[in-house]
């Protein structure tokens, strides 16, 4: 039907389309198109998806046709573009979805309530190439390629149907239209097929695809977590150690063996505690720079001071420039108390232990005073250490005869083990305290937490900071007197609000993109983030902290803080 020497890419019109339908011809026509661009794998998958489906609409003329057109591109296989064709996709699963995919590049094919996106298609309301010329399908395109199965190409002993098994067969469903011959197609010229060619790539994509080889879902849970070979299907004892079949938790439940056992110190700690401990409590977040901390610089300084030079050099820092054991970061909620305690354990290379009071109380009901112990216990193998509680003043609180008597051990827990910890001249071990309620806490734990650091709301210099921080990795056009301009706006703004400020501001953009393109537009034509969007989020976000708060924490911090 087609002659080789005349392929330039176009595959010849059939001129026997005549009697095909209207509604075969527009679907013919669509792939017809596509089949010239020698780009579209989808559709020749997402035509035989429709053979399956549909068959009603296409008769056994068009299927020919289409059948004699491929066949056409893979005897033809010379012409750089037609490599795409030389193997079977019939592997394919899911074409329709694979469509629907490559609709969000047009907007007429988009499914409805009352039409799937493939339906538009087979009923020609649209005129689009299934949304897949574009050069940014082409990894799309590549990865359909790299999936493709490859028929076995040698002939030899084989039957005649056999033989044109590097042709293409559509993958008919049960729903194949009656009486459709697939093996019509011949080649015209086999000696135009460089079948050593092909043989030798072939046997290179296949040893490519066996080392992609399947994976039964059990042969990848054993390959992602080795350790459970020994538990699936082994016979296991009622005093066997029990082994959690979810991915990861083996080495959950076998690192703190790895790590503790042994140490003198934690005999005595329930080693369940010391797993607790090591598994949640320890912070493995990114580590944090002084740089990433806006403003704040006395707090900064003092820390390093007090802090972080002392438990670098132990040695020069002893007798009276012994470093505190404990320092309490008070001031509104979200000024970044946490951060100076993550970047002070970055800085001193320490391990940080993060706890919350509350998980303390509620977590773990009745061993709240053993987990305090195993947490200072663990914290002293793992020195240098910093232990950082949040919410302090819910654990240390002020005592009073109501509360509750497991609250009163714990805090007597703590208090006793804090006195203990970091005894030695050696020792490395500091805990900070954070609370946005200093005025709540316990005198007791007041006077062991030596420096008080009042971490205010940020000003005008370190909420520009932020901003720019926070910009760095969006595309924006905001020059540093629109970023001044929005810190003169945000007077009374923590940094988590600045955080949120931002967040808000750079929604701004996306929310410009219409609708129907908010799927598919790429990631650089969105537009930058500018000043007006950061004009519409101040509309949306407002300050959290109150000015009556913050008189609290100036009065609270000329009495008991460092004063600054
Ligand atoms: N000074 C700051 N510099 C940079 N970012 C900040 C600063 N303060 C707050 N942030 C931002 O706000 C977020 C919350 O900060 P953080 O958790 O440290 O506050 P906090 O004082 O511990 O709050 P809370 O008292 O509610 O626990 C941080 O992740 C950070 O993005």
Avoid at 444 to 473: C, G, M, T
Wanted: with cysteine.
């Amino acid at each position: 039907m087609f002659e080789t020497e005349q392929f330039d890419g176009v595959v010849p019109e059939d001129t026997n389309d005549d009697h095909i339908s209207t509604i075969n011809k527009s679907s013919l026509q669509q792939y017809k198109i596509s089949l010239q661009s020698s780009s579209n794998i989808a559709s020749h998958i997402l035509l035989n998806d429709a053979w399956c489906k549909h068959s009603e609409v296409f008769n056994d003329k068009s299927v020919d046709h289409i059948t004699n057109s491929i066949n056409f591109l893979l005897q033809n296989r010379k012409n750089d573009k037609v490599q795409l064709w030389k193997s079977s996709p019939s592997s394919f699963q899911n074409a329709e979805a694979i469509f629907e995919k490559s609709l969000p590049s047009c907007p007429n094919c988009i499914p409805n309530s009352e039409c799937s996106g493939l339906d538009t298609f087979l009923s020609n309301s649209c005129k689009c190439n299934l949304g897949l010329k574009s050069d940014n399908r082409h990894t799309e395109k590549t990865q359909f390629v790299k999936t493709l199965n490859y028929n076995d190409n040698s002939n030899e002993g084989k039957s005649s149907d056999e033989q044109r098994s590097g042709l293409f067969k559509p993958r008919f469903g049960k729903t194949r239209p009656k009486g459709l011959n697939t093996a019509k197609a011949q080649p015209n010229t086999a000696q135009d097929i460089d079948m050593n060619k092909m043989e030798e790539e072939y046997k290179e994509e296949k040893s490519r695809v066996a080392k992609i080889s399947f994976k039964t879902a059990k042969e990848a849970f054993l390959a992602s977590n080795p350790a459970a070979r020994r538990t699936l299907g082994a016979t296991r004892k009622a005093q066997n150690k029990f082994v959690s079949p979810m991915i990861g938790a083996q080495e959950k439940q076998e690192a703190p063996e790895t790590f503790t056992t042994g140490d003198e110190r934690l005999k005595h700690i329930d080693p369940k505690m010391i797993e607790l401990i090591e598994s949640e409590i320890i912070d493995k977040g990114t580590p944090i720079m002084w740089d990433d901390i806006a403003g704040l610089q006395l707090a900064k300084s003092v820390i390093q001071e007090a802090v972080v030079w002392p438990l670098l050099r132990p040695d020069i820092f002893t007798g009276l420039r012994r470093p505190p054991k404990g320092i309490l970061l008070f001031g509104p909620p979200g000024t970044g108390k946490t951060l100076i305690g993550k970047c002070v354990a970055a800085q001193c290379h320490a391990t940080f232990f993060s706890i919350s009071a509350s998980s303390l109380t509620s977590k773990w009901i009745g061993d709240g005073e053993k987990m305090v112990r195993a947490l200072f216990a663990v914290a002293t193998c793992h020195q240098p250490a910093v232990i950082f509680i949040d919410e302090i003043d819910s654990l240390l609180s002020a005592r009073s005869d109501s509360e509750h008597e497991a609250t009163r051990r714990i805090k007597t827990e703590f208090l006793v083990q804090f006195d203990g910890a970091a005894t030695g001249e050696e020792d490395r071990l500091l805990i900070i305290g954070a609370t946005n309620r200093p005025q709540e806490l316990d005198e007791a734990a007041r006077r062991r937490l030596v420096k008080r650091l009042y971490i205010p709301l940020p000003e005008a210099d370190a909420r520009k900071q932020i901003i720019s921080n926070l910009l760095r990795n969006e595309t924006n056009d905001l020059t540093e007197q629109q970023i001044e301009h929005i810190a003169q706006l945000t007077e009374g703004y923590s940094g988590a609000d600045m955080r949120s400020l931002c967040s808000e501001a750079a929604m701004g953009p996306v929310r410009s993109v219409p609708l129907s393109q908010i799927v598919s537009i790429q990631r650089d034509k969105v537009r930058p983030v500018c000043a007006q969007d950061f004009i519409n989020a101040l509309q949306r976000v407002r300050p959290s902290v109150s000015q009556d708060d913050l008189g609290q924490y100036v009065k609270w911090n000329q009495t008991y803080g460092q004063g600054f």
